[in-house]
């Protein structure tokens, strides 16, 4: 990136546009659709529309900060700006290039069990190349090779957190990184945003009423200034059932990797 440009750019009735004080960097299948959504129930919080990737699409980062600065919200100017790139968690040249950006930004991370996530992640490839009408390998055959856990299957790897994790500490002090346990956010919301509202120093607004639970969806749907909405159908989809054989494998695989994050970031997860 060669030219700054000023961190706000005027918009129309003393609106503007600003690069985000607070990023959700992931990871993906974590929940961070419904974590940037239930941060905009709050009034001084200003979300970006779509996933941005600009740190780690060449083709977007070539552009500039003020290309990245045009993707944002207009917001009010007291208000904070976010935007959410589940991918930029796991894509190792982020974190410097953000860094660079602004070192002093705070950062969110929402993470899942990592088995969960896998399955989660399956099941999202799974979708979209139904769309695209081709057929997609059962989950026993991408998750298993000659009988042991398949190291060459992507979606593991992402479920490594404490590899991604390290990369982001070499910039980043732990303070500025705030995780949100995803598995606890589908279970009640409201306590994990008000540790978010907390840590981005928001005065305290998101409350029980902004979130009930929706029988049919089988998960919390979010009430703002009394409308009621759910998220889109393809968050909360039902996972493949997995061979309890093969499930115990993966929780064992990742067993270790998750003992090395819980002491990377000095806390554990209720994670299986
Ligand atoms: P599944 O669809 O596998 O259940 P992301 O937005 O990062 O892609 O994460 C999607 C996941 O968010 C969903 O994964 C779902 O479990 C989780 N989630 C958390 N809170 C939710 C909510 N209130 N409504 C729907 N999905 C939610």
Known sequence: VTATPAAATAGPNGTVQQLPQTIIIGV?????????EMLSLHGEVAAAENEVHFFDWESHFERGLAWYLSQMPFSQ?????????PAYF??????????RMNPD???????????????SDYTQVFYNRLQK????QPIEAVLVKDGEVNLEYKA?????????????????????????????????????????ERFLN?????????????????????RDHGR????HDSKGRAHPRVEPAILQKLYRFFHEPNRKFFELVGRTFDWN
């Open 90 to 99: 796991t894509s190792s040249k982020v974190p410097e290039r953000i860094y």
């Open 133 to 136: 009408h081709k057929n997609y």
């Open 156 to 196: 593991l790897g992402r479920s490594l957190y404490y590899l991604h994790m390290q990369n982001w500490l070499r910039f980043f002090p732990l303070e500025n990184i705030h995780l949100v346990d995803g598995d606890q956010l589908i279970r009640d919301p409201l306590p994990e945003m008000k540790m978010v």
């Open 228 to 231: 009621e909405r759910c998220l």
């Open 77 to 85: 100017p007291e208000q904070l700006t976010v935007e959410k790139t």
């Open 202 to 222: 928001l005065t305290p607004q998101i409350n029980a009423s902004n979130f009930y639970f929706n029988k049919t969806k089988g998960f919390y749907c979010l």
């Open 28 to 36: 993906r299948k974590g929940g961070t659709r419904a974590l940037i």
């Open 105 to 119: 930004i705070k950062l969110l991370l929402i993470l899942r069990d990592p088995t969960e996530r896998v399955l």
